[in-house]
């Protein structure tokens, strides 16, 4: 069983930046993909963005050039630097781990991010 804590979320304003943590604990981290996603009021929730055990990155086409993920093993942490942020990123960011070939599928339990004036 792997547990995901979120943490990095806030209130900023357009145009700002905010990084998104996520500690892993219980599995072997780096055999994971590290995912986040976010879920607006009223929306479905949506993939932001994917980094596998390779370190291969997959963005949503709204956060290319704004976005980065990145993981760091040593520490089993998954990170998103988020920049120049608009205010249709607001949500809930959800940090998710996934074993390929497996049905291991993990959550956190989410962090907001609000960017308004």
């Known amino acids: 069983q792997v547990q995901l804590v979120e943490s990095g979320g806030g209130l900023v304003q357009p145009g700002g930046s905010l990084r998104l943590s996520c500690a892993a604990s219980?599995?072997?981290?780096?055999?994971?993909?590290m995912g986040w996603y976010r879920q607006a009021p009223g929306k479905q929730r949506e993939l932001v963005a994917t980094i596998t055990p390779g370190s291969y990155t997959n963005y949503a086409d709204s956060v290319k050039g704004r976005f980065t993920i990145s993981r760091d093993n040593a520490k089993n942490t998954v990170y998103l630097q988020m920049n120049t942020l608009k205010p249709e990123d607001t949500a809930v960011y959800y940090c998710n781990a996934k074993l390929g070939g497996t049905r291991a599928d993990y959550w956190g339990q989410g962090t907001q991010v609000t960017v308004s004036s």
């Open positions: 219980g599995g072997i981290f780096s055999i994971y993909t």
